[in-house]
């Protein structure tokens, strides 16, 4: 069974630093892993997707198999990055997304 | 809105009680997808449907069930309800269901009491 791990619920930065935020993953096939971002009072919407490997709103996220992690990263935070960020893999045999517990990302002025 | 709807927004019932809760996806696309958010159990899929045929099961109970109709509206049928089946429903759509962008919903927020 495939597994979704966010280590930090919650994660503050300050306006213009850069945020790093962890996801790691357990499966023994090849996964597709996704950022996907909820802000405040909106609807979950994808960010971006490994396969893709385009820059999204200045985030990047790079599948690394070998430590099973796809972490999203951005060099100079903004205010309106404050969000909640899920981390989801779905396996080639179907398209079913397992989530992680999310990170509560917030941007301080 | 040509996006993904969801009714109601809110709903408020009690245990044991029955309850369904509707989806249309965006115009369009051809699966559906049913997840449950829960403070516990963080977002779980539940059940994803193509084409009004059922094409993957997750952790659903059983007295959960769901259909999709020929008119590609979904519909997730909670009964015998308890107190913790409060959680938010997402459905999400995509055209083919086989690894394309699932669009989401507002989702549909049920309290029971």
């Known amino acids: 069974a495939q597994r979704v791990t966010q280590p930090e619920k919650l994660l503050s930065v300050f306006k213009g630093a850069p945020v790093e935020l962890k996801c790691n993953y357990s499966?023994?096939?090849?996964?597709?892993l996704f950022w996907y971002v909820q802000y405040s009072r909106q609807r979950l919407q994808l960010l971006l997707r490994?396969?893709s490997r385009e820059s999204i709103k200045g985030f990047t996220a790079d599948l690394n198999k070998g430590e099973t992690s796809f972490h999203l990263k951005k060099p100079f935070a903004q205010e309106e990055d404050s969000a909640m960020y899920y981390c989801?893999?779905?396996?080639?045999?179907?398209?079913?997304?397992?989530f992680g517990e999310g990170t509560q990302l917030t941007v301080n002025p | 809105d040509s996006g993904v709807t969801q009714t109601p927004k809110h709903l408020i019932t009690a245990t044991g009680q029955r309850v369904t809760l509707r989806c249309s996806p965006r115009s369009g696309d051809l699966s559906v997808y049913w997840y449950q958010q829960s403070l516990d159990q963080g977002l779980q899929f539940l059940i994803q449907?193509?084409?009004?045929?059922?094409?993957a099961k997750g952790n659903i109970l059983e007295r959960f069930s769901a259909q999709q109709f020929p008119d590609l509206h979904s519909e997730l049928n909670l009964s015998s309800l308890e107190l913790g089946d409060s959680a938010l429903y997402f459905c999400?759509?995509?055209?083919?269901?086989?690894?394309?962008?699932?669009?989401f919903g507002p989702g549909t927020r049920l309290t029971v009491l």
């Open positions: 499966y023994s096939g090849s996964p597709e």
């Open positions: 989801a893999l779905s396996t080639a045999s179907g398209s079913r997304l397992t």
């Open positions: 449907y193509y084409n009004g045929e059922e094409r």
């Open positions: 490994h396969i």
């Open positions: 999400a759509s995509s055209f083919s269901g086989s690894g394309d962008e699932q669009f």
